[in-house]
Every structure is written in structure tokens, then in C-alpha cells.
């Protein structure tokens, strides 16, 4: 175990040309919006869609899901591979609302770095917080972008100040904006000096702020005022370091506007130049290197029906180590079964393209009929699980109702395949009644229900269960389990992975349980290989 294991030279040269990155943002912050135009930088689409725009301009190319399509909101994570410039980008589009925080979580164990889209008016939002947390907790280096600045907004220091002090993160402008609102120009480059002017692509080298350039393409008293912004914020605010930034402590700040197409270029250099490629992962039994040469990686998402002409399912897998070769076997190292990958796929949000091969850091779909579950390993051989993709407690338990008795075998069917994408937590009371769903935020079930109708013909409504609290549990003592398990029978359930769960009706009768019984654990949170992890 404790041997070297000899990097392949391909696999290594590919894996650091590979950059996969996730952009996180409160609501209406421009997500989707910086997503369509980064793709557009890339020469992945010719045209990009606008959340604002009306009828068919609104459909953004990585929103393809109906009801995201109908809300102009993201509620599935899409996954976007283009290549620039000799750098592969793997883009996951996550969703912002915190109803589906769940989905955005696992998609940021798939990733090596996050673009941070702040809104020049409103900077740090709630939602914003809580997946910068979630990003800390896994050291993921972080770029922030702050989108509409074409807007009247806050004032630049005012937001840095902001970052530094709610996220205890340095903040290093690496740009600096030439006027604000209506009264935008363009960005200053603070590393490379130059000047980057609104709605053009031109990049114009300086010497430095005092070149006499600056004065002939910065009209006016606009000049004066950046050299005085630009020198105060290289005083005031931290300078940009490239290991302080790989280790989460600093962020590089990137000022623009999406809606513009303004800073989008600026940024994706940025990604190319700082961001990491794929750096080693931890797994139950060693690290896993990127270079090593045997194929290895984890499944952190699960769609179904993207393509509602086939009824297909796909299972979105990150590569962590090796080449992926199209008609390889890989074992799926929880059931010991042989997974064949006969036409690996490629993603641009809902349209695909077979891939011949794939790398480190690269993420493919693997076509499959079930059997693979979220978390799941493949390897080439390799008995170990990647560790870091967890499931959480939902906050929000619902009895499904179906008026049509006729339709209960359909609606089982549905309920699980709609459970192994992650889409609601599933579990089966151990008294025979309805199927309870558990969902983190009360959007997923609007996403559910429309999902049940449009693509199974299932139209099941929800009524309130009588619980409001979910535990896994796990004890030394199985029998303690069982003694449990018999004496609250009618609050007893199993979920999608057959683990027995209790539901109960308050926090006190948790905590009592929990005194009650302390040889059992009752986690709120478990490893989707395994509970003893």
C-alpha cells in the first residue's frame, strides 16, 4: 500500500490540462447567465441564451429541464465540457436555489475549484454563504466574480471589505473596474498591466497605471480615479498568492457583467492560469493520484430521461485517476458487479457526444438501467470507495397520495428511479403504509410532482406525514437496533439502500431516544457507501 505507484506520462500530461470548476451564487445573482457566456468565450455555442429574454431567447442552453425552462431557475446540475486555448474545462452548472442544496453539495465533491458570483448591488447573500461553507469544509479554492457592474451597485471596497469579513477570506483584486453603473468603461488588469475596455475584446498592454495610454482610452477625470482606486486597493487589500489561493485562505477577485458579456473572458483566463487541476482524492483505504495509470473515479449524479425519446439513464462519473477508454469494464466496487462502458459520453448540458477516451478531472455519462447508485466507485479493479459524497437528513417528510390504485406499481417504479438520482430521499415504512419522500427544501416537490406527471403519466399529490425529524442509525450492537426497531415499529422505515431509519415526531422525542438508547447513534448525516463510514 505504501509502494509508489509509477505515473503514466499521458495520463499525468492530461490530468494537468484538465480544469473542472463549479459556479456558485445566491438566486438571480447571474449564474446561469455567466454559465451560457462562458461557454460562449469557450466556442461551445454560438448563441447564448438570456434568463431575462422572453419566449424561446429564454431558454438557456444549460437550463433544459422543463419546469427550469417555465421558472427561468436551475435545479439540476448540468455538465459542460469545452476546450480552449489547449485547456479542457469541465463546467457543473449547479443549482442555486437552496432547495436543492443537496444536489449542489455532491456536485462539489466532483469538482477542484468554484467561481464565486456575487451581484454588484447586493454582494453576499444568504445561499452564497451557505455553499461558501460548503466549499471551506473542502478546502476548494475560490474565484469570485462580481457580475453587474454595468448596474448602480455597492462600491468595489465596500464589497471586499465584505467578503474578507462575513467570509473570513482574503480578498485580492486581481482586476480593478474603470467607473461603475451607467459610467462603466472597463477593467484595469492589476497582474498583467492592461486594459480591457466594455463591449470590445481588445486587450490593451500598459506599462502601468501611469502609462499615458491609459489617459488616451479612459476618457476624462476617469483615469485620475482609477490610479487612486487601483494604488489604494494594491495598499489596502491583499496581494494576489497563488498558494494561499490553492489553499482556500485568499480568493482572486474578477470584476464584470455577464448580461455584457464583459469580464467573461478575463475570468476564463483566470480558471486556465490559477485554478488546479485534479489533485489527489481521498478514499477509504489510500489517497488515489490523478496519474496513477489504473482507471478510478465516483458517481456523484444520476439523471433519468434527458432524453425523453429514449427513456435513458445516465450516471455522471468523475474520473479521479487513469484513461477511460469507450468499451472498458470497470467494477462497481459496492456490489462486486462489472459495469460496461460501451459509449461514454460527453455533456453539453442536455445534448452529448460520444468520447472515445476521458481523464482525470474529465466528468462522462455512463449509460444504465439501474444498479448504479449515487456514490457508487468504478474502477479498473481497485477495491476502495472515494470518500465525501454524503446524503443528509431531509428537513421536510411528505405521505404520497395516489387517487389511482391502479397506478401504485408505476408509481413504485417512478419513486425509485426518481430516488437514485438524488431527485428526494425515499423510504418505505416498515408497517406497509404509503412511501414517505424526504426533501431538503419544499421546491423538490414541485419538481417531483411535475416530473411524476410529465415523464411516468403518475399524477401523485402529497400529504403531511406526522413526523418532522429522519435518523440513520448505527450501533456496535446490532441487536440494540432491533430492540429499537420492535418497540417504535410504527416510526420505523427503510430507505432507498434497504438502511432502517426512525422518524420522529419532535427534537425531544429525538433526544430521548438518543438517551434512551445510547449504545445507538442516530446520525443526521451518512456516507452513500456505507454507514460505518
Known amino acids: 500500500m505504501d509502494m509508489p505507484i509509477p505515473a503514466d506520462s499521458r495520463v499525468a500530461a492530461e490530468a494537468a490540462r484538465r480544469r473542472s470548476f463549479a459556479i456558485i451564487a445566491h438566486p438571480d445573482a447571474g449564474k446561469t447567465t455567466l454559465t451560457e457566456k462562458l461557454l460562449l468565450k469557450g466556442g461551445a455555442i454560438q448563441l447564448a441564451g438570456q434568463v431575462r429574454a422572453k419566449g424561446n431567447a429564454r431558454r438557456t442552453r444549460s437550463d433544459w429541464m422543463k419546469i427550469e425552462q417555465e421558472r427561468g431557475i436551475s435545479v439540476a446540475t448540468s455538465v459542460m465540457t469545452f476546450e480552449r486555448d489547449g485547456v479542457v474545462f469541465n463546467l457543473l452548472d449547479t443549482p442555486g436555489h437552496e432547495d436543492f442544496s443537496e444536489d449542489t453539495y455532491r456536485t462539489l465533491t466532483a469538482v477542484d475549484a468554484a467561481v464565486m458570483v456575487l451581484d454588484a448591488a447586493k454582494g453576499i447573500e444568504s445561499q452564497t454563504r451557505k455553499l461558501f461553507e460548503v466549499c471551506r469544509m473542502r478546502d476548494i479554492p475560490i474565484i469570485t466574480f462580481v457580475n453587474k457592474m454595468d448596474r448602480e451597485g455597492r462600491d468595489p471596497f465596500d464589497l471586499l471589505d465584505e467578503i474578507e469579513k462575513t467570509l473570513a477570506l482574503d480578498a485580492a483584486p486581481v482586476a480593478w473596474p474603470v467607473g461603475q453603473g451607467a459610467d462603466l468603461r472597463g477593467v484595469y488588469d492589476i497582474l498583467h498591466p492592461s486594459l480591457r475596455l466594455l463591449d470590445s475584446d481588445e486587450v490593451i498592454p500598459l506599462t502601468g497605471l501611469d502609462d499615458p495610454v491609459l489617459e488616451a482610452r479612459v476618457p476624462g477625470d476617469r483615469a485620475a480615479t482609477l490610479r487612486e482606486q487601483a494604488e489604494l486597493a494594491g495598499g489596502a487589500c491583499a496581494e494576489f498568492d497563488l498558494e ?29 492560469r490559477f485554478a488546479p487541476p485534479p489533485r489527489p482524492r481521498s478514499a477509504d483505504v489510500r489517497a488515489v493520484r490523478p496519474e496513477e495509470p489504473k482507471l478510478s473515479g465516483f458517481v456523484f449524479k444520476i439523471q433519468a430521461n434527458m432524453d425523453p425519446n429514449h427513456r435513458d439513464r445516465v450516471a455522471f462519473l468523475r474520473i479521479c485517476s487513469g484513461r477511460l477508454e469507450k468499451g472498458m469494464r470497470l467494477k462497481q466496487v459496492r456490489t ?24 482525470p478531472g474529465d466528468v462522462v455519462g455512463i ?36 387517487d389511482d390504485p391502479m397506478l401504485a406499481k408505476k408509481l413504485r417504479k417512478a419513486l425509485d428511479e426518481l430516488a437514485d438520482e438524488g431527485v428526494v430521499q425515499l423510504f418505505r415504512p416498515l408497517d406497509g403504509s404509503q412511501p414517505i419522500v424526504g426533501v431538503v427544501g419544499l421546491l423538490q416537490l414541485d419538481v417531483l410532482q411535475s416530473r411524476l406527471r410529465a415523464e411516468y403519466g403518475v399524477p401523485a ?17 446490532r441487536s440494540a437496533i432491533e430492540r429499537f426497531a420492535a418497540s417504535n415499529r410504527m416510526d420505523m422505515a427503510e430507505d432507498h439502500d434497504a438502511e432502517q431509519v426512525a422518524f420522529f415526531t419532535s427534537d425531544w422525542r429525538r433526544k430521548r431516544a438518543e438517551e434512551e438508547y445510547p449504545m445507538i447513534r442516530f446520525l443526521p448525516v451518512r456516507e452513500q457507501h456505507g454507514l460505518a463510514a
Request: glycine content about 10%; cysteine-free.
Open 461 to 477: 399529490s402529497f400529504e403531511a406525514a406526522p413526523w418532522t425529524t429522519m435518523r440513520w442509525m448505527a450501533s456496535e450492537d
Open 336 to 359: 462486486g458487479k462489472q459495469v460496461p462502458v460501451n459509449a461514454p459520453l460527453f455533456f453539453f448540458a442536455k445534448d452529448r457526444q460520444v468520447a472515445e477516451e476521458a481523464w
Open 244 to 272: 494561499r489561493f490553492l489553499e482556500g485562505s485568499l480568493t482572486p477577485v474578477y470584476f464584470g457583467s455577464a448580461l455584457r458579456d464583459f469580464g467573461v473572458g478575463h475570468l476564463l483566463e483566470g480558471l486556465a
Open 367 to 402: 449509460a444504465t438501467h439501474g444498479g448504479i447508485r449515487i456514490g457508487d466507485t468504478l474502477t479498473e479493479g481497485d477495491a476502495l470507495n472515494f470518500q465525501g459524497v454524503p446524503s443528509f437528513a431531509p428537513e421536510h417528510l411528505r405521505r404520497v397520495r395516489l
